[in-house]
């Protein structure tokens, strides 16, 4: 891999789901790290991307899903380990040496996959269009807001719809998000929550989704861990050989297969949210 290209892999992701569920203010935590919370309605698709460790060594220090908000454990010189809670969106985790590597065995090289990530419409006005952009993605975010049962019940649809569409073997990891608003410690103690874990968790086992996340694009809380787990497993698969790293429509580029996945070119540099087309006011979407 050339060394002015910080990454080994570049896959296309997709978030779906309803208008309003906050599709792209997830988008905007993991790739400027900032919240929005008025955002104006998408048309067509906005850009983002964002560079996340894959495979070991990251990959041995991965939390659980079900993880309500990120860890982190550090040992010191004497073995006492300490582990330190954050919320947000934590910086890239390491893996503290336990001893030192042994001189046959040279140390693992942690790769890297830039996300180009694809933030479509989630109005029914524009459905036609958004179906396009399913092509060629090798994962996908199916989101809905836990405080809204409708936008959780559309899911099967945009899950059928992806199918349809995408490659077979396209990741998919069903979000809830708004998670801030669906605890008993939401602010001004309204639990808005209209989804539980259980059904959520449910429908996803039932559809043979990868797993269930909560998520929270104010707070921070598994905003990273919902895409990391899709880079995860696209990563798995590439070990595996199902992608054609030279065909356009497995979602996946190396360094010497050809250019990014996203509109804007393979450049290093992190890409601010631009709308493919003129937007109009409205709520977060």
Same mark, same amino acid.
């Given at each position: 891999?050339?060394?002015?290209?910080?990454?080994?892999?570049?896959?296309?992701?997709?978030?779906?789901?309803?208008?309003?569920?906050?599709?792209?203010?997830?988008?905007?935590?993991?790739?400027?790290?900032?919240?929005?919370?008025?955002?104006?309605?998408?048309?067509?698709?906005?850009?983002?991307?964002?560079?996340?460790?894959?495979?070991?060594?990251?990959?041995?220090?991965?939390?659980?899903?079900?993880?309500?908000?990120?860890?982190?454990?550090?040992?010191?010189?004497?073995?006492?380990?300490?582990?330190?809670?954050?919320?947000?969106?934590?910086?890239?985790?390491?893996?503290?040496?336990?001893?030192?590597?042994?001189?046959?065995?040279?140390?693992?090289?942690?790769?890297?996959?830039?996300?180009?990530?694809?933030?479509?419409?989630?109005?029914?006005?524009?459905?036609?269009?958004?179906?396009?952009?399913?092509?060629?993605?090798?994962?996908?975010?199916?989101?809905?807001?836990?405080?809204?049962?409708?936008?959780?019940?559309?899911?099967?649809?945009?899950?059928?719809?992806?199918?349809?569409?995408?490659?077979? =073997?396209?990741?998919?990891?069903?979000? &809830?998000? $708004? /998670?801030?608003? #669906?605890?008993?410690?939401?602010? !001004? +103690?309204?639990?808005?929550?209209?989804?539980?874990?259980?059904?959520?968790?449910?429908?996803?086992?039932?559809?043979?989704?990868?797993?269930?996340?909560?998520?929270?694009?104010?707070?921070?809380?598994?905003?990273?861990?919902?895409?990391?787990?899709?880079?995860?497993?696209?990563?798995?698969?590439?070990?595996?050989?199902?992608? =054609?790293?030279?065909?356009?429509?497995? &979602?996946? $580029? /190396?360094?010497? #297969?050809?250019?990014?996945?996203? !509109? +804007?070119?393979?450049?290093?540099?992190?890409?601010?949210?631009?709308?493919?087309?003129?937007?109009?006011?409205?709520?977060?979407?």
């Amino acid at each position: 891999m050339s060394t002015s290209i910080p990454w080994d892999y570049i896959a296309k992701l997709v978030c779906i789901g309803d208008s309003g569920c906050g599709k792209s203010s997830l988008t905007i935590r993991l790739c400027e790290g900032r919240f929005v919370p008025h955002h104006d309605v998408t048309i067509g698709v906005e850009f983002g991307s964002r560079m996340v460790p894959v495979g070991p060594p990251h990959s041995n220090n991965l939390l659980p899903s079900s993880s309500p908000d990120f860890s982190i454990s550090t040992t010191s010189e004497n073995g006492t380990t300490t582990t330190t809670s954050t919320s947000g969106l934590p910086p890239p985790r390491t893996v503290p040496k336990s001893s030192p590597p042994k001189t046959d065995e040279p140390p693992v090289v942690q790769k890297h996959m830039k996300l180009s990530l694809w933030d479509t419409a989630g109005q029914e006005t524009y459905k036609s269009v958004t179906r396009s952009y399913f092509r060629g993605a090798s994962g996908a975010l199916l989101v809905f807001d836990l405080t809204r049962k409708s936008t959780f019940t559309h899911v099967t649809d945009w899950l059928n719809d992806l199918r349809q569409i995408a490659e077979p =073997d396209i990741v998919v990891v069903l979000v &809830g998000n $708004k /998670a801030d608003l #669906a605890s008993p410690d939401a602010e !001004g +103690g309204q639990n808005k929550r209209e989804v539980t874990r259980a059904e959520a968790e449910e429908w996803a086992r039932r559809n043979g989704i990868l797993e269930y996340v909560e998520t929270s694009a104010k707070s921070g809380e598994n905003v990273e861990n919902a895409f990391t787990r899709v880079a995860e497993r696209i990563y798995q698969n590439i070990q595996a050989g199902k992608y =054609d790293l030279n065909d356009r429509r497995s &979602g996946v $580029k /190396a360094p010497t #297969a050809g250019s990014s996945l996203a !509109g +804007g070119g393979a450049g290093t540099k992190p890409v601010r949210l631009t709308n493919s087309a003129n937007k109009t006011s409205g709520g977060c979407c």
